[in-house]
């Protein structure tokens, strides 16, 4: 399986940022031109037919304007168009979504799917399973699975793109066929596959439960943009499933089932990811990736300013040559599982830029973001002038379960340093 990193390191990393052109001429200026010279200089012409050429010429201009200059805006083919952030974001929500569907086919009877919202929300019960957790020194311990236990797991996708949600609050309740309610642990977790927020429960007694999935209408700040905004809760509910303890525990573990089919499902989820990261890098002034680790750590830097088009190209960059000091710049920063290539969410990554002085400027903490098309962390900086900076990224091994034997992942914290960091006109790092 380590092939799925060295494909993404030799596909993304080897991307070649475009240059910025100069502005172009156009035949149709020359003719316009010489038109006019050519008639209108002549003062023996009658006063009549040079008002004639002249309303000829302003009608004629702005479509001649229009014609020369068809790259002045996005075009779908552009990252900075809407169309095109669409298509990236589908591409990773119909992988995922595949990755999901397979979950579900293959995890026993005890499933259920539904819209909710802007979302939907899927759900799994299948036997108890163990887990890893941070135990200090850079080391994982291990747990075993609790008796008497099955495990929930619950997936939240946007229903518009088919992405998975990260980052929510979610509440889970069982309630069996007397109405007796039951809170089930549904903390976010890393599993075999696909990530989740589940969690072991006690079955006290076999019977026929509905599980309530509310997912907090507040949502959290990096999901500011995402859907609707409800003002209430998102409630999802399920009807009834019988659970019968020494049923389910029949059932083959649904993290050992994963892990065996990482490789072939998560080919469309990289090829996806690929293309996302490499837009997001055209679009950028600086971007590059590193492994450290069980951790791959990609950056892009970009200006705030004024954004103008290129000529010639269908790509928005920010213009660096009017940048004179004290500049804003947006580090996007991804953290990625070096293995199997998906994204770690539940980070606290922190950034800083280091000029050629010694002198640091933020960004500091990095915040998780729900982009158009590609989540990730982010964060600003002001910098006072232009030149080659050092990039140093840390954050610690992060503090959520990973579910199942396979997952011993992420124990240590990552230092990564990008050197020669290109904040100059016209210059790519």
């Known amino acids: 399986?380590?092939?799925?990193?060295?494909?993404?390191?030799?596909?993304?990393?080897?991307?070649?940022?475009?240059?910025?052109a100069s502005p172009r001429k156009h035949p149709e200026d020359g003719l316009l031109q010489s038109f006019v010279?050519?008639?209108?200089?002549?003062?023996?012409?009658?006063?009549?037919?040079?008002?004639?050429?002249?309303?000829?010429?302003?009608?004629?201009?702005?479509?001649?304007l229009s014609a020369q200059n068809?790259?002045?805006?996005?075009?779908?083919?552009?990252?900075?168009?809407?169309?095109?952030?669409?298509?990236?974001?589908?591409?990773?929500?119909?992988?995922?979504?595949a990755v999901l569907d397979w979950v579900l086919t293959n995890s026993g009877p005890l499933t259920g799917d539904t819209p909710a919202g802007a979302m939907r929300v899927a759900f799994t019960i299948t036997p108890a399973e163990g887990w890893w957790d941070k135990a200090g020194g850079g080391k994982l311990a291990w747990h075993e699975a609790p008796a008497g236990n099955v495990h929930l797991r619950i997936f939240v996708l946007d229903l518009a793109d088919g992405r998975l949600i990260p980052g929510l609050n979610l509440r889970a309740t069982l309630i069996d066929a007397n109405g007796n309610e039951q809170s089930a642990p549904v903390d976010f977790g890393w599993y075999p596959l696909i990530n989740a927020y589940g969690g072991n429960v006690p079955i006290v007694a076999d019977s026929s439960y509905t599980l309530r999935v509310a997912i907090d209408g507040q949502l959290p700040h990096h999901l500011a943009s995402f859907g609707e905004h409800p003002k209430h809760p998102t409630i999802a509910e399920f009807p009834p499933i019988p659970i019968a303890q020494a049923a389910v525990s029949q059932l083959p573990l649904a993290t050992a089932t994963s892990s065996a089919h990482e490789a072939e499902l998560l080919k469309p989820c990289n090829a996806a990811l690929t293309a996302a990261i490499t837009a997001l890098w055209q679009q950028s002034v600086a971007g590059a990736e590193k492994p450290d680790d069980d951790y791959f750590v990609a950056y892009a830097l970009d200006f705030h300013g004024l954004d103008i088009p290129l000529a010639g190209s269908k790509l928005h960059l920010k213009s660096l040559s009017a940048f004179t000091g004290n500049a804003d710049v947006r580090l996007d920063l991804l953290a990625r599982d070096s293995r199997t290539g998906r994204i770690i969410p539940g980070l606290l990554p922190r950034a800083t830029l280091i000029d050629a002085d010694g002198e640091s400027y933020g960004p500091g903490e990095l915040f998780l973001s729900w982009h158009p098309w590609l989540t990730h962390y982010g964060g600003r900086a002001r910098i006072p002038r232009k030149g080659l900076y050092t990039l140093r990224v840390h954050f610690d091994a992060p503090g959520y379960r990973r579910w199942g034997q396979e997952s011993d992942r992420f124990a240590v914290p990552a230092d990564v340093e990008f050197e020669n960091v290109s904040l100059n006109p016209g210059k790519k790092d």
């Open 70 to 97: 068809p790259d002045s805006s996005p075009t779908s083919d552009s990252p900075n168009s809407g169309d095109a952030q669409l298509q990236l974001a589908q591409q990773q929500g119909d992988a995922e979504t």
């Open 37 to 64: 010279r050519s008639h209108c200089r002549d003062r023996r012409l009658p006063a009549v037919f040079i008002a004639l050429c002249l309303a000829l010429c302003l009608t004629l201009f702005p479509t001649l």
């Open 1 to 20: 399986m380590r092939y799925l990193a060295e494909l993404r390191v030799e596909c993304v990393g080897s991307e070649d940022l475009p240059a910025e």
